[in-house]
Antibody, heavy 121, light 109 residues
């Protein structure tokens, strides 16, 4: 059973950088048929894809955050990481780690439980 | 960028009702569409992929259809656990990534 577990700070101040990690268990992040990424959901709102990465390190980002985001992969630890710079209140959301079936894009069949990140002074 | 819309945004129904939700894409996405169910405080759950393929373990009362730009999710007989928000997702992006629809909330009539 694949499990994804997000970890990171729950509270940030405006202008700070968000750093989240996602540990994958029950499966290999080096799979050639899957990509791994992040989806977020502001309180009471819909889902927004942030970005995805393949085990080779090829990454794809939502244009809305592309200038501020970096997603990386560590195959030795079976985990991915998210860095989102210059955080504002608009970045307050639940951040989910996800697996998608495909190289650059695909349906998302596994989700972490999510971690709430609040940006407030 | 491909934009997704859903209708209705809210749907009131009773247990046992047949429910249909529509999702439209701003351009053709072939059958590259998935449907998710999200209950309050929980992560989304995959129901349907490739427009009409039922995810393993999902109840057969859920079905999907459509191709190109118009898609539907049907719940044949609404059950108490089905009161939730449903999202469609397109993943026909050669530049990577995917886009979700705005969601349809199914609540109790």
């Amino acid at each position: 059973q694949l499990q994804l577990q997000e970890s990171g700070p729950g509270l940030l101040k405006p202008s700070e950088t968000l750093s989240l990690s996602c540990s994958v268990s029950g499966g290999s992040i080096s799979s050639n048929s899957d990509s791994w990424g992040w989806v977020r959901q502001p309180p009471g709102k819909g889902l927004e894809w942030i970005g995805s990465i393949f085990h080779s390190g090829s990454a794809y980002y939502n244009p809305s955050v592309k200038s501020r985001v970096t997603i990386s992969v560590d195959t030795s630890k079976n985990q991915i990481s998210l860095k989102l710079r210059s955080m504002t209140a608009a970045d307050t959301a639940v951040y989910y780690c996800v697996r998608s079936r495909g190289y650059a894009s695909g349906w998302t069949d596994s989700w972490g439980r999510g971690t709430l990140v609040t940006v407030s002074s | 960028d491909i934009q997704m819309t859903q209708s209705p945004s809210t749907l009131s129904a009773s247990v046992g009702d047949r429910v249909t939700i529509t999702c439209r894409a701003s351009q053709s996405i072939s059958s590259w569409l998935a449907w998710y169910q999200q209950r309050p405080g929980k992560a989304p759950k995959l129901l349907i992929y490739k427009a009409s393929s039922l995810q393993t373990g999902v109840a057969p009362r859920f079905s999907g259809s459509g191709s190109g730009t118009e898609f539907t999710l049907t719940i044949s007989s609404l059950q108490p656990d089905d009161f939730a928000t449903y999202y469609c997702q397109q993943y026909n992006s050669y530049s990577g990534g995917f886009t979700f629809g705005p969601g349809t909330k199914v609540d109790i009539k």
